[in-house]
């Protein structure tokens, strides 16, 4: 026969109390039932585990061995319990985050904080990449969730959702005329050449930003393209260009850089941090999105 949890607990309180009667009362039932149980259990082990005498029992040397077995085995079954309980919550594993490079001096690190406050039990596991190579990521399963910076490379079948939106400002080499302005109009820009993120880095912030400034009156003089985040940086703290990047760059001071708000229409112009994520996504994605929106403040 095999031995059960239940009857490993009530060996362990009998063990415990020396006694069948106390036992039994803790146990909340009858003592000739749990006499019974113990037997059972002796005849399954093979030995006597109880010396019984007038007094109460105690443990045999065979009884002691299975006694601190038996307790090490209960408190794993139950450990196993609580972690499947937790894993199933989203209290704890492996989550899989795929992110683009601004979003790891920008999000990142408040996230990484209150997830380890709020779910220490959860191991996240970061990989940068471009917004396509996260999204593309998240498709074929090698990744949970990803947070990324142009929705229009997300594939049809994932779920997608703003988790921040932040303004688009002027990014000038700090030597520049225009870098003591309080505010430009787009327009002041008119005659600067620009470096943009490449099509194939950000297709949408680079239509937009064609957009207003046509709106403006003018046609960006775009000299120079880059894929990622430090490549624009390079080109404008070199003083070759000027750029117009997200206001998330005033929390990395970057030496010969200076950001300038727009005016009116470009004031407006927005770059969306976007999460992705399959279908029905497990616990654990969406205790983090919802430590996410209480960091970004997005929708």
């Known amino acids: 026969m095999d031995v059960s949890s239940r009857l490993l607990e009530q060996f362990l309180v009998v063990a415990e109390e020396r006694h069948f009667g106390r036992a039994a009362e803790r146990l909340s039932m009858r003592q000739p039932p749990l006499s019974q149980a113990i037997q059972r259990l002796?005849?399954?082990?093979?030995?006597?585990l109880f010396d019984r005498g007038p007094g109460g029992v105690r443990l045999t040397p065979a009884g002691e061995v299975l006694a601190a077995d038996a307790a090490r085995l209960l408190a794993a079954e139950t450990a196993a319990l609580d972690r499947a309980r937790r894993v199933g919550h989203g209290l704890e594993g492996d989550l899989r985050l795929g992110y683009v490079s601004l979003l790891s001096l920008h999000y990142l690190p408040g996230l990484l904080s209150a997830a380890a406050r709020e779910l220490p039990g959860?191991?996240?596991?970061?990989?940068?990449?471009?917004?396509?190579?996260?999204?593309?990521?998240?498709?074929a399963g090698?990744?949970?969730?990803?947070?990324?910076?142009?929705?229009?490379?997300?594939?049809?079948?994932?779920?997608?959702?703003?988790?921040?939106?932040?303004?688009?400002?002027?990014?000038l080499p700090s030597g520049h005329p225009?870098?003591?302005?309080?505010?430009?109009?787009?327009?002041?820009?008119?005659?600067?050449?620009?470096?943009?993120?490449?099509?194939?880095a950000l297709p949408t912030l680079r239509a937009q930003i064609h957009l207003?400034?046509?709106?403006?009156?003018?046609?960006?003089?775009?000299?120079?393209?880059?894929?990622?985040?430090?490549?624009?940086?390079?080109?404008?703290?070199?003083?070759?260009?000027v750029s117009l990047l997200t206001e998330a760059l005033l929390d990395l001071p970057v030496p010969g850089i200076t950001y300038v708000p727009l005016r009116g229409a470009a004031g407006r112009?927005?770059?969306t941090v976007t999460y992705v994520h399959r279908p029905d996504p497990d616990r654990a994605v969406r205790r983090v999105l919802q430590l996410a929106?209480?960091?970004?403040?997005?929708?």
């Open 212 to 241: 207003v400034c046509e709106a403006a009156g003018f046609t960006p003089d775009v000299r120079a393209s880059a894929d990622d985040l430090t490549g624009l940086l390079s080109y404008v703290a070199s003083g070759l260009c």
């Open 269 to 271: 112009l927005e770059s």
């Open 42 to 48: 002796e005849r399954r082990v093979g030995v006597r």
């Open 178 to 200: 225009l870098a003591t302005a309080d505010a430009l109009d787009l327009a002041d820009l008119r005659d600067e050449p620009l470096v943009l993120p490449t099509e194939s």
């Open 142 to 171: 090698s990744l949970d969730l990803g947070f990324v910076r142009d929705p229009s490379v997300v594939p049809a079948e994932l779920v997608t959702g703003v988790f921040a939106r932040e303004r688009v400002m002027a990014a």
């Open 122 to 139: 959860l191991r996240i596991r970061l990989h940068q990449d471009s917004s396509a190579g996260v999204a593309e990521m998240v498709r």
């Open 293 to 299: 929106a209480g960091l970004s403040g997005g929708g």
